[in-house]
């Protein structure tokens, strides 16, 4: 029996939570409708469909087809359009392995493709992440070291490189080099006449860029260092700390950053960070008995108290 009979005879699939808000039922019903008949015209082997993914063998090698920046993308999109869009996405998946063997063989070609990815803790991965080039830069998130090609992102596995004889610290510098910074919107706001922001856009590459703050951004490094968002891959709000009104700060701007969050591609996280000293830290979430609250860290509240 073939999926798309399975697929009638369930009468569809449930909306996953994580899509509650972006699509309906049927919209999402609607994307998985169109994926699976995509990846049968391609004599795909569909091997499991589940919350959000789709897992197919190809040549051999099983492949994970997550939905969730394809999803975040249509809602933005008309209905009508959504055949293509999918049917793009998707063609955009595959992976040209003589291309990629010749790339890890020939590192001085390479390298000028070397990128970074930032991805939250909720991003699932197809393998265990031991086996990738990555780092934690953001506390609760991971970079994740990349080859931009052909319009895709090929995820480095620590196997793959060994010929480069390059170290990976020596691989996150060329690759931190190598975001496109013409791509990276910057723009900067006064909100109420009190809150300095500098708020990047990207359509990939913002949560990669400011990682490199202190060389691309120091006009967004205040006395006491930079409060951060990074909610999706392609937007990042910064604000230079000069004073003790960042908690005040952050309640005005939690609901936006929800909605990044919530509703644009490439989601990372909704925690708040500080740079300082090179470092980023996250801001503590606590609870008590009126629920979830947000504090500062230990470190910048000395700091604001001894200036």
């Not at 469909?49 to 933005?76: C, F, K, M, P, Q």
């Not at 809150?195 to 951004?217: C, P, Q, R, V």
């Not at 909704?270 to 980023?280: A, G, R, V």
Request: net charge negative.
């Amino acid at each position: 029996m073939r999926f798309l009979d399975i697929f009638k005879k369930k009468k569809g699939f449930d909306l996953p939570n994580m899509y509650v808000g972006i699509v309906n039922r049927e919209q999402y019903n609607l994307i998985m409708q169109i994926a699976l008949a995509y990846h049968q015209e391609k004599n795909y082997t569909i091997t499991k469909i589940d919350e959000g993914e789709i897992v197919v063998e190809n040549n051999g090698d099983t492949e994970h087809r997550y939905l969730d920046n394809l999803v975040r993308n249509l809602a933005s999109h008309n209905h009508e359009d959504w055949k293509n869009a999918i049917y793009e996405h998707f063609d955009k998946l595959k992976y040209n392995s003589a291309a990629f063997d010749y790339l890890y063989k020939d590192f001085s070609y390479a390298s000028q493709f070397l990128r970074v990815l930032v991805k939250g803790s909720t991003f699932n991965f197809p393998a265990e992440l031991s086996e990738y080039i990555s780092r934690v830069d953001f506390p609760e998130t991971n970079t994740f070291l990349i080859l931009e090609f052909e319009g895709q992102f090929h995820y480095i596995r620590k196997a793959d490189v060994l010929e480069w004889e390059t170290s990976e610290e020596e691989l996150f510098e060329i690759a931190l080099d190598n975001i496109p910074e013409n791509e990276i919107e910057a723009n900067e706001y006064d909100l109420n006449d009190e809150f300095k922001l500098f708020i990047f856009f990207s359509g990939d590459y913002a949560a990669s860029y400011i990682l490199n703050i202190k060389e691309k951004a120091t006009y967004a490094i205040g006395s006491y260092g930079t409060l951060l968002a990074i909610p999706t891959k392609g937007t990042v709000y910064t604000h230079p700390i000069e004073k003790g009104n960042v908690l005040e700060l952050i309640t005005i701007l939690n609901p936006t950053i929800e909605k990044f969050y919530n509703e644009d591609p490439g989601n990372i996280t909704l925690n708040y960070y500080w740079y300082y000293d090179d470092k980023f830290e996250v801001f503590p979430i606590g609870q008590d008995a009126e629920g979830y609250f947000i504090s500062l860290p230990e470190n910048l509240h000395k700091l604001l108290n001894k200036g």
